[in-house]
């Protein structure tokens, strides 16, 4: 009985683990607010950093993918908890190649990375300082799927089952009687 309570413990607590490493957690910045990166990115040189957000776009050269983020909000498991507030964007490098068939336009992110500098791109119409980290630990959100709690067929019939009935039983269900 002890040993299947200790499983279920060690199970549980292992559904709860954060998306980033303890080792690069204990090295990430967590004293410092994060407008102050988007203002003096330079200042935060060789700093580690963990941030989420929902990726803009996916852009691979020769030699690393440039993922472009709106930073948002995470909790203390990584996750994304406020998607309609952030301090900004961002630029994440990957040494390597990511497909950006995968990571695409709208999924949630999160990530470990050393800031090394800030880079000026056109954003609209106005030249936008890009704070730009090099990643340490990537990990990708799947999205949420949204389950009904009723089928549609459970409205659209008065019986519980997926296929449709013959006609002359739905036109006297339930208020008619078959006579």
Known sequence: MKRLLSIMIVLLLSGCAHV??????S???TNVQLHSLWQDPDAYKGRIFILGGSIVGVNNTKDKTVIEVVQLPIDSYGRI???????G???AEYQGYLDPSIYKKGLHITMAGEVIGSREMPLDK????????????????TPEVVVPAYPDYYWGSPYPYPYPYPDWRWQYY???PYW
């Open 20 to 25: 980033i490493s303890k080792e690069l957690r």
């Open 27 to 29: 090295e990430a910045v």
């Open 81 to 87: 908890t406020n998607t309609y507030r952030s301090e």
């Open 89 to 91: 964007r961002f630029l």
């Open 126 to 141: 106005l030249q936008y300082k890009y704070p730009v980290l090099s990643i340490k630990q990537l990990y990708l959100w």
């Open 174 to 176: 339930p208020y008619r």
